[in-house]
């Protein structure tokens, strides 16, 4: 059998937590509504070009290095993370310069006063760095998927590194009014999204998948 097989769930965990969370999703529904104030439509947005091609090279370099890439139980499935953290003052910026690590800040901040009515006097901290802060490589013989979860911060933003066209499988999927959608990403391009939204990787075929995660 596959060596990754045989340390995590089968794949049709992803079926299985897809199907848990469509039975949750009345009440995440619920909350979010009641949080957001607004139209439920509107949980996610987007952002391209959030990083420049320079600095996703520079991220993907990072955790493509076999010394530097952990390999520790995820939380979500205590399957390998493949990840390397940036969690701490200035270590995305020491990077790919301050301009691009403020720049994702601000799209966090920016997202939290739309969708949840926060304002600049109200939520000084809000264009902060994050909680936690890593980046991710996926690939079908070490990091396959992740299934369908909640992040456990108030805000997530969650940059591709790469082309989606770069790779087959490997999709960003949010769980949006009961159905699962596609969420096709560009370089750089940026998720920003409610950590009440329930999302997944779907399995990956072919190629490397690299993603920056930001926790707020």
Same mark, same amino acid.
């Given at each position: 059998?596959?060596?990754?097989?045989?340390?995590?769930?089968? +794949?049709?965990? @992803? #079926?299985?937590?897809?199907?848990?969370?469509?039975?949750?999703?009345?009440?995440?529904?619920?909350?979010?509504?009641?949080?957001?104030?607004?139209?439920?439509?509107?949980?996610?947005?987007?952002?391209?070009?959030?990083?420049?091609?320079?600095?996703? @090279?520079? /991220?993907?370099?990072?955790?493509?290095?076999?010394?530097?890439?952990?390999?520790?139980?995820?939380? #979500?499935?205590?399957?390998?993370?493949?990840? #390397?953290?940036?969690?701490?003052?200035?270590?995305?910026?020491? /990077?790919?310069?301050?301009?691009?690590?403020?720049? @994702?800040?601000? @799209?966090?901040?920016?997202?939290?006063?739309?969708?949840?009515?926060?304002?600049?006097?109200?939520?000084?901290?809000?264009?902060?760095?994050?909680?936690?802060?890593?980046?991710?490589? +996926?690939?079908?013989?070490?990091?396959?998927?992740?299934?369908?979860?909640?992040?456990?911060?108030?805000?997530? #933003?969650?940059?591709?590194?790469?082309?989606?066209?770069?790779?087959?499988?490997?999709?960003?999927?949010? /769980?949006?009014?009961?159905?699962?959608?596609?969420?096709?990403?560009?370089?750089?391009?940026?998720?920003?999204?409610?950590?009440? /939204?329930?999302?997944?990787?779907?399995?990956?075929?072919?190629?490397?998948?690299?993603?920056?995660?930001?926790?707020?």
């Amino acid at each position: 059998p596959h060596p990754f097989n045989a340390q995590a769930r089968a +794949y049709d965990q @992803l #079926v299985a937590s897809f199907r848990d969370a469509q039975a949750a999703a009345e009440g995440t529904r619920t909350r979010w509504k009641h949080a957001a104030k607004g139209n439920l439509d509107h949980i996610e947005a987007r952002r391209k070009g959030a990083l420049s091609s320079f600095a996703c @090279l520079a /991220l993907r370099r990072l955790v493509d290095d076999d010394a530097k890439r952990s390999v520790a139980a995820d939380s #979500v499935d205590g399957a390998p993370d493949h990840q #390397v953290d940036l969690s701490g003052s200035g270590a995305l910026a020491e /990077l790919v310069g301050a301009e691009e690590a403020s720049r @994702l800040w601000e @799209l966090a901040a920016a997202f939290r006063r739309q969708c949840e009515g926060i304002c600049d006097d109200d939520d000084k901290d809000a264009a902060k760095e994050p909680s936690e802060l890593f980046v991710r490589r +996926y690939t079908p013989e070490s990091r396959p998927w992740i299934p369908f979860h909640c992040d456990r911060a108030r805000c997530t #933003v969650n940059v591709s590194l790469g082309d989606d066209a770069a790779h087959v499988g490997g999709r960003l999927l949010a /769980l949006v009014d009961g159905a699962a959608t596609e969420i096709l990403r560009s370089e750089g391009e940026a998720t920003v999204h409610s950590s009440r /939204l329930c999302h997944a990787v779907s399995r990956m075929r072919e190629g490397t998948r690299h993603s920056l995660i930001a926790f707020f």
